[in-house]
């Protein structure tokens, strides 16, 4: 049976009864809305109250989120945070990279990092001179998002990086990649699936299911787990660019690092290594999360994007 919740400026009644809420709401009413099968731990008054505190953030200024995910993944990874963003009012583009989710490329047909990000290059050419978008990366894309930032600074309100590789112009990736090798054993593969060329050399991969729920979605639900498993692709093996970035262009653009605290592939002494040695303008902790904090914990990175949004944008 649904339930019925009336809201009006500082009051929420639900099935009749009151209850307050703090924040001051500007926009117009919510009458009578039907939350239907909304329910469950995660459900009913709580769901309803994250919703309008972050549409009346939304209704006073809507933003443009734009999502892009990590290695061998898809656009569909943010399905939960896409829907939380645009339930609050927010416009959210999630994009897949260059032989990724439904994206036609091969891997063999990605042979460097602009290839890779050139799905992001391509969307960041249409957008309007006047508009800005919240670019947000996760993992290995965080040095898309640096090229990008690079490339396009006066399109971008704030740069977000989740988890994430974060170069800058005074480091490099290949010095992160170093200090994160140290005091970690030789990364077990697992079940991960290569492809090798006729000299025996690995050319690609592919995360396999029980690597996948070992160590990047130990945290998550089973079912987005197996999700994931059927919907990651191939990785092509090859020599990543090393970006040039400016303190003119990269260095003009705001900044958040979001540290996932239970990552198992960015261990968290590394992110917070990173934001130390090329510190961002905000740093949030998301705790009871893994590698996948989007779908461990979509609620708090969603709560984590509009709060930067609302500070930068």
Sequence with gaps: MAKSINISNNNISWNGDDVEYDDDYDGPGLDEIEVGSIGGTDGGLPQLMWLRKHQSMALKKPHHFVLVHGAGHGAWCWYKVETLLKSAGNQVTSLDLAACGINPKQYY?????????????????????????????HSYSGTGVAMIMESFPNKIAVAVFVTATMPGPALSNA???????????????????????????????RFGPEYLSAKMY????????????????????????????????????????????????????????????????????????????????????????????????
């Design 175 to 205: 010095a992160i990649a170093e200090e994160s090798s140290h005091g970690q054993p030789p990364r077990d593969d697992m079940d991960n699936v290569y492809k090798f060329n006729e000299s025996g050399q690995p050319i690609a991969f």
């Design 109 to 137: 047909q990605v042979l460097s990092d602009s290839d890779l990000y050139e799905p992001l290059t391509k969307f960041m050419e249409s957008l309007p001179v006047e508009e800005k978008v919240i670019l947000v990366g």
């Design 218 to 313: 130990h945290l998550c639900s089973p079912e987005d787990s197996t999700l994931a498993s059927n919907l990651v692709r191939y990785v092509n093996v090859y020599q990543p660019d090393e970006p040039s970035l400016s303190d003119a262009n990269y260095g003009s653009v705001r900044r958040a690092f979001v540290i996932s605290q239970e990552d198992k592939v960015w261990r968290r002494e590394i992110q917070k290594w990173i934001t130390e040695k090329n510190p961002p303008d905000m740093v949030k902790e998301i705790h009871g999360s893994d590698h996948m904090v989007m779908l461990s914990k979509p609620r708090e990175l969603s709560d984590s994007f509009m709060d930067i949004a609302e500070s930068f944008a």
